[in-house]
């Protein structure tokens, strides 16, 4: 044992002695606290029946809370972030305490976020049991009343590990790991004015009441927010788009823009549709549904199933979509139109053969 640790044990000892319970080998100990976080989720994908899941909370931010005496304040003793797999966490100090908890918040690291509002800015929290020593809690239950934000955060991970940046841990190329934005949600049961990405004010996505229920909606307006992101805080400049359908014609930027979030919505769940919050649902294959839509470019319906089209798995893009990814990081496009004449080509991604005959496909004619 070196002089200096010595010295230490004598310093934890004598302050043990004044506090009057801390042993010399205090420092030396651990304190965990291990368990699993779930959350409750009415699942809209499911059908019109929500039926209720119970789903892993995965890469959601936790705190370790504590007081290190009993007389303490209640300090921040490390924080962490729960397991992919199972939202398993093992929350640790390295020492003993007198009360541990831990507080879970509806983020996931710096990289998205949900707030009650935009005012406050404040996330949601809730406290695990209080305890005075190591215990494994099992599984911890995000409270009914605030499940719809960890329904956010955790269906924000599926797009985040679908971002395809291999140059930082940003959502995009355009920013270094440690200076990444941050995608903010904002989530209130009792909210009405809700469902949009609030650009340009907050750059917010706004929603309410069940709406998180859709992962299809919590993905399309994050997809909005992913554009902006993709273009460096550029947008389309957007008209005729209040209010839009899928199947219905409104302007080649507002069909560029929504199908674009509809897409990735789709892309990002593996699937083929438009899912809102009752659990409808909307085809976005070419079916006998689809032939009554409206046709062309400016239809957001045409431009999204376009999209999906050409990012499938069997088709001309590579089989997903980052090349995409990485040529709308290069190549700002107003309308759908620009994206597939002229910046598709300065990506290096064809418009002649199969891609062609997918836009024709979908009544789109270059
Ligand atoms: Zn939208």
């Known amino acids: 044992m070196s002089r200096s640790r010595v010295a230490s044990l004598l310093i934890v000892a004598l302050t043990g002695a004044v506090a009057g319970f801390v042993p010399a080998t205090a420092e030396a100990t651990p304190t965990c606290l291990t368990g699993r976080l779930e959350y409750s989720h009415y699942d809209a994908e499911a059908g019109t029946r929500k039926p209720l899941v119970t789903q892993a909370a995965r890469n959601a931010n936790w705190e370790l809370w504590g007081k290190v005496t009993a007389g303490s304040a209640a300090t921040r003793l490390s924080s962490g972030i729960t397991a992919v797999g199972d939202g398993a966490f093992s929350a640790c100090h390295q020492g003993r305490v007198a009360e541990v908890y831990v507080k879970f918040l509806s983020a996931s690291t710096t990289m998205w976020r949900v707030i009650k509002s935009e005012g406050t800015q404040a996330q949601y929290s809730f406290e695990s049991a209080h305890k005075t020593g190591s215990q494994s809690l099992g599984t911890v239950r995000v409270p009914a009343s605030m499940q719809r934000a960890w329904t956010i955060v955790d269906t924000l991970n599926a797009l985040y590990?679908?971002?395809?940046?291999?140059?930082?841990?940003?959502?995009?190329?355009?920013?270094?790991?440690?200076?990444?934005?941050?995608?903010?949600?904002?989530?209130?049961?009792?909210?009405?004015?809700?469902?949009?990405?609030?650009?340009?004010?907050?750059?917010?996505?706004?929603?309410?009441?069940?709406?998180?229920?859709?992962?299809?909606?919590?993905?399309?307006?994050?997809?909005?927010?992913?554009?902006?992101?993709?273009?460096?805080?550029?947008?389309?400049?957007?008209?005729?788009?209040?209010?839009?359908?899928?199947?219905?014609?409104?302007?080649?930027?507002?069909?560029?823009?929504?199908?674009?979030?509809?897409?990735?919505?789709?892309?990002?769940?593996?699937?083929?549709r438009y899912v809102d919050d009752s659990g409808a649902s909307t085809s976005l294959r070419n079916d006998p549904d689809t032939a009554d839509w409206d046709a062309g470019d400016k239809v957001q319906g045409r431009v999204g199933s376009s999209l999906l089209d050409l990012w499938a798995p069997d088709g001309p893009d590579g089989g997903n979509w980052d090349r995409t990814i990485e040529l709308m990081s290069d190549e700002f496009s107003q309308n759908f139109r620009e994206y597939f004449v002229s910046d598709r080509p300065a990506g290096g991604l064809s418009t002649t053969g199969p891609a062609r005959t997918i836009l024709g496909s979908h009544t789109i004619t270059y």
Do not use: M
């Open 161 to 272: 590990w679908k971002r395809n940046n291999p140059s930082s841990a940003c959502w995009t190329k355009h920013q270094e790991t440690g200076a990444c934005d941050t995608l903010t949600f904002v989530w209130e049961q009792n909210r009405t004015d809700s469902g949009y990405w609030d650009y340009p004010d907050t750059n917010y996505v706004i929603l309410g009441q069940n709406e998180p229920d859709s992962k299809h909606t919590i993905l399309h307006e994050a997809g909005h927010w992913l554009q902006w992101q993709l273009y460096d805080h550029a947008f389309p400049r957007v008209s005729g788009c209040n209010p839009h359908y899928i199947e219905q014609a409104s302007s080649t930027s507002c069909a560029w823009t929504e199908g674009f979030a509809d897409a990735v919505a789709a892309y990002t769940l593996g699937d083929y």
